[in-house]
């Protein structure tokens, strides 16, 4: 059958029958990547069919305001869900609701009658796609209603980024969550984890004993870590002023992707045991003093350019920003990881909004032979290097050195290329493997505790100094001309890859 194809794609086992109750229901998180998420799960087979979708909302809704809500969001990002009608009515008969205040213990009372029990267990999912504000008010209201206790059926509350704006947020939003759920219980979502790509990297790496010996100081020169977006802030003007390219990406996203990429191979696949090397590679930080913070970190923010012919607007004039707004739309930083493995040897991450192409990836870049043999044009041959691609086009990329075939001794770049778009269409995104996992009760892919709270310490003095600074370098619209950053690679092979959807 058809979902056989696709669950492959994801794992061949089957989660329990799960209540997954979604606090934010009528929001944008939720129209735009949890219902589609689970309409592709339901088409798999990999909900099971006693699982029920749950909205809460505040809306004076009925069932079928939900129901209609949900259909017409899947017809606009997964209208393949809807347009038949006894697929649709397979979703439909999963959906269920419940009204109310957050705030309001009394939602939680009807929602501990809505849970649907299954074998005698009633196991629920609390997805919180709501503002972190709201956390702890849910968490303490499950508790109370007795929701939070697992004696008939799993409990687990997913939570997303932000995860605290700082180091002392981070730990007081932990000591919150977990007064009323244990550590066990609570899933701190990155979506990049969730990546094919970035999946496929603990695979290349520990299932091919050929990467191994190289896969060190001796031969990677330095490793770029890299998302690009064209797009500006669209409507997310509220949170990016608060929050800063450097928060909303490289402290949330790119630094565990860093620790996949750096981690020694753990014991086993168990969640502890993962998140425990990562533990490692944080702990092995170079530690940032201030001084140091305009040596290794560079932060800009786009003014007004031009792609296309269009006339784009500059961050300060977007709606709800403010005039003398110095908050950054372009970060990148170099750290480096004080361990025998990767000592001396660069990481460098970057993001950016309003750049030329909409792209993430992740370069090893390896040295260049000890001894140059052959005249190398360095116009047309790249660096050894291999490449992960996140989006678009995902897959791996290895480039090497090879002889143009002919007389002449001229030589040129080698891509060998492993597309991701090879095994055809339906391959699952994030969302589909992280709420999968949280079913299964598989939490190596999301953070820990301790590793959220470590990875604000490693970056606060960037932040602090950042803090004190009254304005900010510019780089037009559409580009990559950001003031200093070709500076954070002087000591680099190659200089920065170039970003680009056509890398040909």
Request: proline share 5%; glycine share 6%.
């Amino acid at each position: 059958m058809a979902h056989d194809k696709f669950a492959s794609l994801i794992g061949s086992e089957r989660p329990k029958a799960t209540n997954i109750v979604i606090f934010g229901a009528s929001g944008d998180l939720t129209k735009r990547k949890l219902l589609p998420a689970l309409a592709h799960m339901h088409r798999w087979n990999l909900l099971g069919p006693h699982s029920r979708i749950i909205g809460s909302v505040r809306e004076d809704w009925t069932k079928s305001h939900w129901e209609n809500y949900v259909h017409d969001q899947l017809l606009q990002y997964f209208p393949e869900a809807v347009m038949n009608p006894p697929s649709w009515r397979r979703i439909a008969e999963k959906l269920d609701l419940v009204v109310g205040d957050l705030s309001d213990p009394a939602m939680y009372q009807q929602l501990a009658k809505t849970l649907h029990a299954h074998d005698g267990k009633t196991n629920a999912l609390y997805y919180l796609a709501i503002p972190p504000s709201w956390y702890e008010i849910v968490c303490k209201n499950l508790k109370d209603a007795g929701l939070a206790d697992e004696k008939d059926g799993f409990r687990r509350i997913v939570v997303e980024k932000p995860f605290g704006m700082d180091l002392a947020s981070a730990k007081d939003l932990n000591c919150k969550l977990q007064s009323y759920f244990e550590e066990s219980q609570i899933y701190r979502i990155d979506h990049y984890l969730g990546k094919e790509a970035v999946q496929n990297l603990m695979v290349f790496r520990f299932a091919n004993s050929v990467l191994e010996p190289l896969w060190n100081r001796n031969y990677i020169d330095h490793v770029q870590i890299s998302v690009s977006e064209s797009l500006g802030i669209g409507y997310r003007a509220g949170y990016y002023e608060n929050s800063g390219a450097f928060r909303d990406m490289i402290q949330s996203h790119l630094m565990q992707v860093m620790a996949l990429v750096a981690m020694e191979p753990p014991v086993s696949l168990d969640a502890d045991d993962v998140r425990d090397e990562k533990m490692k590679v944080l702990h092995s930080m170079h530690e940032i003093r201030p001084e140091d913070v305009k040596d290794i970190a560079v932060r800009a923010q786009y003014a007004e350019g031009k792609v296309d012919g269009e006339t784009l607007l500059a961050y300060r004039d977007e709606e709800n920003v403010a005039d003398d707004s110095c908050t950054e739309t372009f970060a990148a930083v170099k750290f480096f990881i004080d361990n025998w493995r990767w000592q001396g040897v660069p990481f460098v991450l970057r993001t950016g909004k309003r750049l030329p192409d909409r792209v993430s990836e992740i370069c090893i870049r390896f040295k260049s032979p000890p001894q140059q043999l052959f005249q190398l044009d360095e116009d047309t041959v790249l660096n050894n290097e291999l490449v992960f691609r996140l989006q678009p086009d995902e897959g791996m990329q290895l480039t090497m050195t090879a002889k143009q075939p002919g007389l002449s001794t001229e030589l040129r770049g080698v891509k060998l290329d492993a597309s991701y778009g090879m095994v055809g269409s339906g391959m699952p995104e994030a969302y589909e493997t992280l709420l999968h996992d949280v079913m299964l009760g598989e939490a190596g892919l999301f953070s820990r505790a301790d590793e959220v709270e470590e990875s604000w310490a490693i970056v606060a003095p960037i932040m602090d100094a950042w803090a004190k600074e009254t304005s900010i370098d510019t780089y037009p619209a559409g580009t990559l001309d950001i003031p200093g950053m070709d500076a954070l690679l002087d000591d680099c092979e190659g200089g920065w890859r170039d970003l680009k959807l056509d890398d040909e």
